[in-house]
């Protein structure tokens, strides 16, 4: 990475020098406060091992005379794209579809390889990806989808907050729907009544809940006005 950031005028030889002198304490660092975060999103890249690409970025480094800006993951992971000669994707949400993410790859094999469906066609199947030299990840998904692999390069961060999100929210809707299909409470029963949660005390761990059923709401009056 040392190199690759050096090849594209974002660091400078000295700075390559104290990279190299710090990042393993830098890297034990980080291991030790991952462990107390283990478990929730970071933007120290918590996960299953702490990666250079994260230490590098934890470092804060200037920028080298070409750029602007601090040495961030993105920063970064540009460099590599664009080393290898590869497309960078900044994953924005709203243009990937929530069936393709969820149902393309198990969200286990997602995380563990920081691989996320982000485009398909009837060929081919492209996909963001961390790791762009682990090619045993894209054959496999070749293989399952029987789809050529196209692969882009994009951050940790984002591809673990998008696996996080759209699972999470995909399995709100399943427990949304299941609520759904339960039968009206009878509001003559003064005990079930009195069970009911008003609005405003839903816990946060519940309103996901109640944003898949605004989903499933709009998404079946919406259906029922294309089908009329």
Excluded at 15 to 28: D, H, L, N, R
Excluded at 63 to 75: I, N, P, Q
Excluded at 106 to 128: D, G, N, R, Y
Aim: charged fraction near 25%; proline fraction near 3%.
């Amino acid at each position: 990475l040392i190199e690759v950031l050096g090849r594209r005028g974002l660091i400078s030889e000295r700075q390559g020098k104290v990279i190299s002198q710090k990042a393993p304490a830098q890297k034990e660092k980080l291991t030790q406060l991952c462990k107390v975060k283990r478990g929730g999103l970071s933007s120290l890249g918590c996960g299953d091992e702490v990666t250079p690409v994260d230490v590098l970025a934890s470092m804060g480094l200037k920028l080298g005379k070409k750029a602007d800006g601090h040495l961030d993951e993105e920063a970064i992971m540009r460099a590599v794209a664009a080393d290898l000669g590869m497309t960078f994707k900044k994953i924005d949400p709203l243009e990937l579809d929530l069936e393709l993410v969820t149902q393309t790859i198990p969200k286990s094999f997602a995380l563990k390889h920081m691989v996320l469906p982000v485009e398909t066609s009837l060929e081919t199947i492209t996909v963001a990806v961390y790791d762009p030299f682990n090619r045993q990840v894209l054959e496999d998904i070749e293989r399952v989808t029987k789809k050529r692999v196209e692969a882009l390069i994009s951050t940790k961060s984002d591809i673990v907050k998008t696996i996080s999100e759209f699972y999470g929210f995909k399995s709100s809707i399943v427990a949304a729907d299941t609520q759904m299909s339960r039968p009206l409470v009878d509001l003559g029963n003064l005990e079930q009544f009195t069970r009911l949660q008003a609005a405003e005390e839903i816990s946060s761990s519940d309103q996901h809940i109640t944003n898949a059923v605004d989903y499933l709401f709009n998404y079946g009056f919406d259906q029922r006005a294309s089908d009329v």
